[in-house]
Protein backbone atom coordinates (compact mmCIF):
# COMPACT_ATOMS: atom_id res chain seq x y z
CA UNK A 1 0.00 0.00 0.00
CA UNK A 2 1.38 3.82 -1.03
CA UNK A 3 1.95 5.96 2.26
CA UNK A 4 -0.05 8.64 2.36
CA UNK A 5 0.48 11.65 4.49
CA UNK A 6 -2.11 11.45 7.28
CA UNK A 7 -4.94 13.81 7.87
CA UNK A 8 -4.72 15.53 11.43
CA UNK A 9 -7.56 17.50 12.70
CA UNK A 10 -6.54 19.92 15.63
CA UNK A 11 -9.10 22.79 17.21
CA UNK A 12 -11.24 23.39 20.44
CA UNK A 13 -13.68 21.06 22.42
CA UNK A 14 -16.64 21.18 20.06
CA UNK A 15 -14.85 21.75 17.07
CA UNK A 16 -15.93 18.64 15.25
CA UNK A 17 -12.62 16.76 15.20
CA UNK A 18 -14.11 13.38 15.47
CA UNK A 19 -17.40 13.74 13.55
CA UNK A 20 -15.25 15.40 10.78
CA UNK A 21 -12.23 12.56 10.97
CA UNK A 22 -15.17 9.92 10.95
CA UNK A 23 -16.87 11.50 7.29
CA UNK A 24 -13.17 11.30 6.16
CA UNK A 25 -12.53 8.10 6.93
CA UNK A 26 -15.68 7.12 5.57
CA UNK A 27 -14.86 8.79 1.96
CA UNK A 28 -11.24 7.67 1.67
CA UNK A 29 -10.34 3.63 1.35
CA UNK A 30 -7.01 2.67 2.94
CA UNK A 31 -6.61 5.44 5.51
CA UNK A 32 -7.43 4.52 9.19
CA UNK A 33 -9.48 6.15 12.05
CA UNK A 34 -7.45 7.22 15.27
CA UNK A 35 -8.60 9.12 17.93
CA UNK A 36 -6.11 10.15 19.93
CA UNK A 37 -8.26 10.78 23.46
CA UNK A 38 -9.96 6.71 22.58
CA UNK A 39 -6.94 5.55 22.74
CA UNK A 40 -5.72 7.09 25.96
CA UNK A 41 -8.66 5.87 26.91
CA UNK A 42 -8.60 2.34 26.08
CA UNK A 43 -4.85 2.62 27.14
CA UNK A 44 -5.09 3.95 30.95
CA UNK A 45 -8.44 1.94 31.05
CA UNK A 46 -10.23 4.83 32.40
CA UNK A 47 -12.37 7.26 30.76
CA UNK A 48 -10.80 11.18 30.03
CA UNK A 49 -12.82 12.59 32.78
CA UNK A 50 -11.55 9.99 35.25
CA UNK A 51 -7.55 10.62 34.93
CA UNK A 52 -8.01 14.34 34.86
CA UNK A 53 -9.97 14.00 38.25
CA UNK A 54 -7.40 10.96 39.74
CA UNK A 55 -3.95 11.97 37.89
CA UNK A 56 -4.31 15.54 37.08
CA UNK A 57 -3.92 17.04 34.07
CA UNK A 58 -0.21 16.82 33.63
CA UNK A 59 -0.59 13.01 34.07
CA UNK A 60 -3.41 13.17 31.25
CA UNK A 61 -0.59 15.43 28.95
CA UNK A 62 2.22 12.70 29.27
CA UNK A 63 0.19 10.00 27.57
CA UNK A 64 -1.18 12.33 25.35
CA UNK A 65 2.70 12.93 23.91
CA UNK A 66 3.10 9.35 24.15
CA UNK A 67 0.37 8.31 21.87
CA UNK A 68 1.36 11.02 19.52
CA UNK A 69 4.94 10.24 19.81
CA UNK A 70 3.40 6.01 18.77
CA UNK A 71 0.79 6.98 16.07
CA UNK A 72 2.94 10.23 14.14
CA UNK A 73 4.82 7.54 12.94
CA UNK A 74 2.87 5.91 10.61
CA UNK A 75 1.37 6.50 7.80
CA UNK A 76 -2.52 6.82 6.01
CA UNK A 77 -4.12 7.51 9.19
CA UNK A 78 -7.19 10.20 9.69
CA UNK A 79 -5.87 11.54 13.20
CA UNK A 80 -9.10 13.06 15.89
CA UNK A 81 -6.79 14.99 18.28
CA UNK A 82 -7.75 16.16 21.81
CA UNK A 83 -8.44 20.11 21.53
CA UNK A 84 -5.44 20.52 24.18
CA UNK A 85 -2.24 18.78 22.26
CA UNK A 86 -0.86 22.26 21.59
CA UNK A 87 -0.36 22.28 25.14
CA UNK A 88 2.86 20.73 24.23
CA UNK A 89 4.59 22.31 21.12
CA UNK A 90 6.46 18.75 20.10
CA UNK A 91 3.24 17.15 19.28
CA UNK A 92 2.57 19.21 16.45
CA UNK A 93 6.28 19.08 15.35
CA UNK A 94 5.81 15.25 15.49
CA UNK A 95 2.34 15.46 13.56
CA UNK A 96 4.07 17.13 10.83
CA UNK A 97 6.36 14.65 10.39
CA UNK A 98 3.99 12.72 8.12
CA UNK A 99 0.77 14.54 8.23
CA UNK A 100 -0.63 17.03 6.87
CA UNK A 101 -2.76 19.49 9.64
CA UNK A 102 -6.31 20.96 9.60
CA UNK A 103 -7.31 23.80 12.02
CA UNK A 104 -10.98 23.54 12.77
CA UNK A 105 -11.79 26.93 13.32
CA UNK A 106 -15.44 28.02 15.26
CA UNK A 107 -16.48 31.02 17.33
CA UNK A 108 -16.48 30.54 21.37
CA UNK A 109 -20.85 30.90 20.68
CA UNK A 110 -20.84 28.29 18.37
CA UNK A 111 -18.57 25.45 20.46
CA UNK A 112 -20.48 26.47 23.30
CA UNK A 113 -23.38 25.57 21.93
CA UNK A 114 -21.87 22.14 20.07
CA UNK A 115 -20.58 21.06 23.64
CA UNK A 116 -24.13 21.78 25.27
CA UNK A 117 -25.70 19.18 23.09
CA UNK A 118 -23.09 16.42 24.41
CA UNK A 119 -22.05 15.98 28.56
CA UNK A 120 -20.58 19.09 29.50
CA UNK A 121 -19.34 17.13 32.40
CA UNK A 122 -17.20 15.17 30.02
CA UNK A 123 -15.13 17.99 29.24
CA UNK A 124 -12.85 18.25 32.05
CA UNK A 125 -10.85 21.37 30.62
CA UNK A 126 -14.65 23.14 30.88
CA UNK A 127 -15.53 22.65 34.72
CA UNK A 128 -15.57 26.19 35.58
CA UNK A 129 -18.47 28.54 36.88
CA UNK A 130 -18.29 30.33 33.20
CA UNK A 131 -17.36 27.62 30.74
CA UNK A 132 -17.74 30.31 27.53
CA UNK A 133 -15.35 32.68 29.80
CA UNK A 134 -12.95 29.75 29.84
CA UNK A 135 -14.00 28.72 26.16
CA UNK A 136 -12.18 31.96 25.23
CA UNK A 137 -9.24 32.27 27.63
CA UNK A 138 -8.28 28.88 25.87
CA UNK A 139 -9.03 30.08 22.30
CA UNK A 140 -6.68 33.19 22.86
CA UNK A 141 -3.93 30.74 24.44
CA UNK A 142 -3.90 28.35 22.25
CA UNK A 143 -4.84 30.04 18.73
CA UNK A 144 -1.14 31.05 17.77
CA UNK A 145 -0.41 27.55 18.29
CA UNK A 146 -3.66 25.79 16.03
CA UNK A 147 -2.75 28.52 13.72
CA UNK A 148 1.03 26.26 12.73
CA UNK A 149 -1.86 23.88 10.99
CA UNK A 150 -1.14 23.60 7.09
CA UNK A 151 -4.80 24.80 6.75
CA UNK A 152 -7.44 26.59 8.62
CA UNK A 153 -11.36 25.57 7.72
CA UNK A 154 -13.62 28.13 8.92
CA UNK A 155 -16.26 25.54 10.59
CA UNK A 156 -19.26 28.01 11.47
CA UNK A 157 -22.61 28.23 9.32
CA UNK A 158 -21.36 24.91 6.67
CA UNK A 159 -22.77 21.72 6.31
CA UNK A 160 -20.48 18.78 7.53
CA UNK A 161 -20.03 17.18 4.08
CA UNK A 162 -18.85 20.78 2.84
CA UNK A 163 -15.67 20.82 5.60
CA UNK A 164 -15.31 17.42 4.13
CA UNK A 165 -15.23 18.14 0.83
CA UNK A 166 -12.57 21.31 1.80
CA UNK A 167 -10.37 19.42 3.87
CA UNK A 168 -10.47 16.59 1.11
CA UNK A 169 -9.64 19.32 -2.01
CA UNK A 170 -7.03 20.96 -0.06
CA UNK A 171 -5.26 17.32 1.14
CA UNK A 172 -5.29 16.33 -2.67
CA UNK A 173 -3.34 20.15 -3.90
CA UNK A 174 -0.56 18.73 -1.11
CA UNK A 175 0.35 16.09 -3.56
C1 LIG B 1 -9.13 18.75 25.96
C2 LIG B 1 -9.97 18.34 24.95
C3 LIG B 1 -10.59 17.00 24.93
C4 LIG B 1 -9.76 15.99 25.73
C5 LIG B 1 -9.46 16.52 27.09
C6 LIG B 1 -8.70 17.85 27.07
C7 LIG B 1 -8.59 20.13 25.93
O1 LIG B 1 -10.73 16.54 23.60
O2 LIG B 1 -8.55 15.70 25.07
O3 LIG B 1 -10.69 16.66 27.76
O4 LIG B 1 -7.63 20.41 26.67
O5 LIG B 1 -9.09 20.96 25.12
P1 LIG B 1 -11.80 17.14 22.54
O6 LIG B 1 -11.17 18.35 21.92
O7 LIG B 1 -11.99 16.05 21.56
O8 LIG B 1 -13.04 17.46 23.29
Known amino acids: ?36 DKEIEKLAQKHIEEIFALQGEAHFR ?11 NYHNQVIATGGGIVENIDNIKLLKK ?4 FYLKASADELLSRVNKTNIRLR ?9 QRLKELINKREP ?31
Open 124 to 132: PMLKHPNPK
Open 98 to 101: NGII
Open 62 to 72: KLEHEMIQKYA
Open 1 to 36: MENKKNIVLIGMMGAGKSTIAHLLDEKLQDFQYLDI
Open 145 to 175: FYKMADFEINTEKKELLQIVDEILQKYDATN
